[in-house]
């Protein structure tokens, strides 16, 4: 090597082992960005059996609850699209259309007794057709002991004919009336009136709130061509969508209706492979979607949309950009290496130079030039599946998609995918995390970030570290504003090195390591090591700094005690609009909980059937931290 190119070498090692040994400094501004933390982001797909013969067992229960899971989507995903819930059936597009046996009322009632206050979500059909019997479905045994081929698309359920070549298209079609029935807008909501209407299943709709409309309609020439061989129209969909809204909202004013759950991100701008026109103008689907909400909640004054849910399956195979994809939802210049629909939102069609995804921000700015500022939509993620090429990257991607959707209001997430890594990450999240989430910004976001949060009484705040860095250790300082620390040492739990198989059991048999990190002068100092999740624990200390006299909130309670199976909370001469209902035990922990968006319709019930005899605290928080708490005696 000549000497030229010795000195460069050397030179840019010298560079390299400086940005390696870079200090990172975190500020934490206790009084800055306070809002609410909602528990459902803590979620998942598919925890519940629906059906009774193979119930789920007493071990997964343990799991759930001891992990802290606080959401369940049950409704199968295109299983759901034709679900018949009188019959209990269902037709599965992925396999010959077959009707199987799907009971969600036995699931719904072993969730409410087994875990009760964790959210389960649902769905409604608005395909128009649903499973009517299994009388007529594709003898696969016969034909190839149930084996996986490339032909389970074909349509065969109802007498279609088998083409033996694979691929979806049969030799002939089966006939869909052998199989289906004709299913309207009431009788989709009549499943509301079955499990919480009079004579119903008495089950808990403040558990049971929200409902998804429908799955991936934006495929259905693909996934259900049985029924929609030709894609129906961006508006012929909008109607089937406001025939469900409307009907369901009227049954159940407090329901929560979440679309449009396109299938990802090409989806999430594109219906049927192009723009769409309308009235002279060109939408993306999700701004048309937004657009034809807003108009027809003006013309009929009934709210059609309170979340918008989207299904993610980013597709990056290399670690360093899968670590990263937190950044696809909020991030206003993250360079995303999956941008693809998201180049259509150019005026001119397609702009290849569009990189920047923050689908969420684009939807933010939709829904406040359609539907006002105080539109009061949340945002969620119901699907979401990312490549798996380690615990420790997807133990570290996870973490920094929960710490952003907690830092951004995120409704709820529901990973459809489950890995090594997620069971640990969701329960250092849930069970130590806060409820309130406050600013914290790192000089080096790219490898570290910082998600904050404090305890409704100021006195306790948990931070979360996230080194992002593959292969270095990063030395950390984190600055404390507004909450004052005594010097000294804190208790810290980590996520690092973890094996490729599952590694969570329980609340106290897991895979955290256990540390200390030291405070001096309100600063902690402390070194994360590669692809690592660190918690540092502070109790016992104060928020500092002037801040305006706040009242409580005007809340009041009854019956008390509560004999019955529920409880209520009278919220009438309340202003507030964004409020979090939590109701804990005498050891502290969360027994059930809920988010109010908008005021108050009327009493808000509290479920307390499910609870042993004993003290009860109620707490009650607004996004500005005022709050109220009653304890309540369950005789």
């Known amino acids: 090597m000549n000497t030229f190119y010795r000195v460069c070498s ?15 400094n975190v500020l934490v501004d206790v009084n800055q960005g306070r809002k609410q933390i909602s528990p459902y982001i803590f979620g998942k797909n598919n925890n519940v059996s629906d059906a009774p013969g193979s119930p789920t067992s007493s071990a997964s229960w343990k799991l ?51 875990l009760p206050g964790v959210q389960g979500m649902w769905a409604f059909q608005l ?43 049969a030799t002939a079609n089966g006939n869909i009336n052998l199989y289906l029935e004709n299913w309207t807008a009431d009788s989709t909501t009549a499943i509301l009136d079955h499990w919480f209407g009079t004579g119903g299943l008495g089950l808990n709709k403040n558990t049971i709130q929200y409902w998804s409309m429908d799955n991936e309609p934006d495929i259905w020439n693909g996934t259900h061509d049985d029924v929609w061989p030709t894609q129906p129209t ?42 769409i026109s309308s009235g002279g103008g060109s939408y993306t689907w999700l701004e048309f979607f937004i657009k034809r909400c807003s108009e027809e909640e003006t013309a009929t004054g009934i709210r059609l949309l309170d979340v918008i849910d989207l299904h993610s399956y980013p597709n990056e195979s290399r670690d360093s950009d899968i670590v990263q994809l937190n950044r696809i939802y909020f991030d206003t210049v993250y360079a995303y290496p999956g941008a693809n629909g998201v180049k259509t939102t ?22 406040t030039q359609y539907m006002g500022p105080n539109h009061g939509v949340t945002f969620s993620v ?57 600013q914290s910004s790192s000089s080096m976001e790219h490898d570290v970030s910082a998600y904050s949060s ?29 909450f004052t620390v005594a010097n000294g040492a804190y208790q810290t739990l980590q996520l690092s090195s973890l094996p490729s198989t599952e590694t969570f059991v329980s609340h106290a048999v897991n895979a955290i390591h256990t540390s200390i990190a030291t405070a001096s002068g309100n600063v902690f100092n402390i070194s994360l090591p590669a692809l690592s999740t660190t918690a540092i624990l502070v109790k016992g200390s104060t928020i500092t700094g002037i801040k305006e006299k706040t009242l409580p909130l005007n809340a009041s309670l009854y019956p008390n005690p509560a004999g019955g199976s529920s409880f209520f909370i009278d919220l009438s001469k309340e202003s507030a609009t964004e409020l979090q209902i939590q109701l804990f035990n005498s050891l502290g922990e969360i027994v059930y909980s809920t988010n109010l968006h908008g005021r108050a319709s009327g009493p808000l019930e509290i479920p307390c059937a499910f609870l042993p005899k004993g003290l009860y605290t109620v707490r009650i928080q607004d996004s500005t931290s005022r709050s109220w708490n009653a304890r309540v005696v369950r005789m």
């Not at 209990?88 to 010959?96: A, E, G, L, R, V």
């Not at 409704?456 to 404390?480: E, F, K, M, Q, Y």
């Open 10 to 24: 050397i030179s840019a090692l010298l560079i390299a082992n400086s940005l390696n040994a870079q200090t990172v």
């Open 64 to 114: 759930m609850r001891e992990a802290g899971l606080r959401f369940t989507r049950e409704n199968g995903g295109n299983n759901a699209s034709k679900y018949n819930w009188r019959k209990k059936i269902s037709s599965h597009p992925d396999w010959y259309n077959n009707i199987y046996n799907h009971d969600w009322d036995y699931a719904a009632t072993t969730l409410r007794d087994s």
């Open 127 to 169: 395909g128009g057709y649903a499973a009517s019997n299994l009388t007529n479905n594709f003898n696969d045994w016969a034909y190839n002991g149930s084996s996986y081929w490339s032909g389970v698309c074909q349509n065969l359920a109802g007498g279609g004919t088998v083409n033996a070549s694979g691929g979806c298209a």
């Open 234 to 275: 961006a508006e012929a969909f909008m109607q089937l969508y406001f025939a469900v809204a409307k009907k369901a909202r009227a049954k159940y004013p407090a329901i929560k209706l979440c679309g449009p759950v396109p299938a990802s991100e090409w989806q999430w701008y594109s219906w049927n492979n192009n723009k």
């Open 346 to 367: 150019s005026a001119a069609g397609w702009d290849n130079s569009i990189t920047n995804e923050n689908v969420f921000g684009r939807c933010s700015k939709w829904l």
């Open 382 to 438: 119901s699907e979401y599946g990312a490549n798996n090429n380690s615990a420790n990257v997807t133990a570290n991607s996870y973490a920094s998609v929960l710490g952003t959707f907690a830092d951004n209001g995120v409704e709820y997430f529901t990973p459809w995918y489950w890995y090594p890594g997620m069971w640990e990450t969701l329960h250092l999240f849930s069970r130590y995390g806060k409820s309130t989430r406050v």
């Open 454 to 482: 404090v305890n409704a009484a100021g006195d306790s705040l948990t931070l979360i570290l996230v080194n992002r860095n593959l292969t270095t250790s990063r030395t950390t300082n984190i600055s404390l504003n507004n």
